[in-house]
């Protein structure tokens, strides 16, 4: 849950991460978390809202993309507003732009599954902040720094471009 301030559309945690001592790789970040978040509307053919976590501790960034009008995107089981689907879920090692929305370095790694929910008033096609509560599950093949799960939670997260 967010339980820092927020500034310019990013929220802060404070929270730790489960970290593998042995192989000093995260392997789950179900608990607790040092993260901060934004989000961001972007207007186009297809409306889109961008949802970014910059994870502290393990120096890594999750990234949920919002489509509007939704298709059908299993197999994330992420409730959303009405109309509104998950276009894309995926992580990236490295913090650099994260925030920013610069594309995430590569690789990034998509979650395997996905489930949660994402909420907002209805205030019309763009939310002025969001809230959401998701779980999300990765398979890290070679890539040791890919945790097996990453936890999502932000209350009231500002959403740029629609202030």
Not at 36 to 58: C, H, M, N, Q, T
Not at 90 to 119: K, M, R, W
């Amino acid at each position: 849950m967010s339980t820092g301030t927020s500034t310019t559309g990013v929220t802060s945690t404070d929270t730790d991460t489960d970290t593998d001592t042995d192989t000093g790789t995260t392997s789950d970040t179900d608990g607790p978390e040092d993260a901060d978040y934004a989000a961001r509307f972007v207007a186009g053919g297809l409306d889109r809202v961008f949802i970014r976590k910059a994870e502290k501790i393990s120096a890594l960034c999750t990234e949920i993309a919002l489509v509007w009008p939704a298709f059908d995107n299993e197999p994330y089981m992420i409730t959303t507003p009405e109309e509104w689907g998950i276009e894309h879920v995926s992580i990236a090692e490295g913090l650099a732009g994260c925030l920013e929305f610069q594309p995430l370095d590569p690789p990034a790694v998509a979650a395997n599954a996905g489930a949660g929910t994402i909420t907002w008033l209805d205030q019309g096609l763009c939310p002025p902040t969001l809230s959401l509560n998701v779980t999300l599950e990765f398979t890290a093949g070679d890539l040791l720094w890919v945790p097996t799960k990453d936890q999502l939670t932000a209350l009231d997260l500002p959403v740029e471009n629609c202030q």
